[in-house]
């Protein structure tokens, strides 16, 4: 877990947080020496839950030796865009987070299920919506 907060979060106990949702009070207890009074063991779940939020290999986290290594394709992704989002400036990340969160958002909207109110008809549409008649026989 202390490679993680340093690794993919500045040394943040606060980002690390964030990134697997959950409160910095509880994951700052994941990261107690195990004989200490508060600390919470990472269980099963909890250790594939973390791979899946950093995109680590399935069991990576279940290394013995404490060294995680990302070698999976995703995480290796990752460390690329990291190393290349070194180089620009805090102005045009901020920019292009605000573009990407945007580009998001509107993915989310086309996904979203339409109801239609003239019956119960659900539809999802990908693209452009599109809106389906209904032919009711007399």
């Known amino acids: 877990m202390a490679q993680l907060r340093d690794t993919f979060c500045d040394g943040s106990i606060a980002k690390l947080a964030a990134r697997l949702d959950k409160q910095p009070s509880y994951v700052s207890r994941m990261l107690f020496d195990e004989d200490r009074a508060g600390v919470r063991f ?5 250790a594939r839950e973390i791979e899946a939020k950093f995109g680590l290999p399935q069991y990576a986290m279940d290394s013995l030796d404490g060294d995680l290594v990302v070698t999976d394709e995703a995480g290796a992704h990752n460390s690329r865009v990291a190393a290349a989002l070194e180089s620009i400036d805090e102005e045009e990340l901020a920019s292009a987070i605000n573009v990407l969160q945007k580009l998001l ?3 989310r909207v086309q996904s979203r299920p339409q109801v239609s ?3 119960d008809t659900v539809m999802f549409s990908v693209g452009t919506p599109k809106t389906k008649k209904r032919h009711k026989d007399a």
Do not use: R, S, V
């Not at 990472?42 to 909890?46: A, R, T």
């Open 42 to 46: 990472i269980g099963e779940g909890m």
């Open 117 to 119: 109110e003239q019956d």
């Open 105 to 107: 958002q509107a993915k």
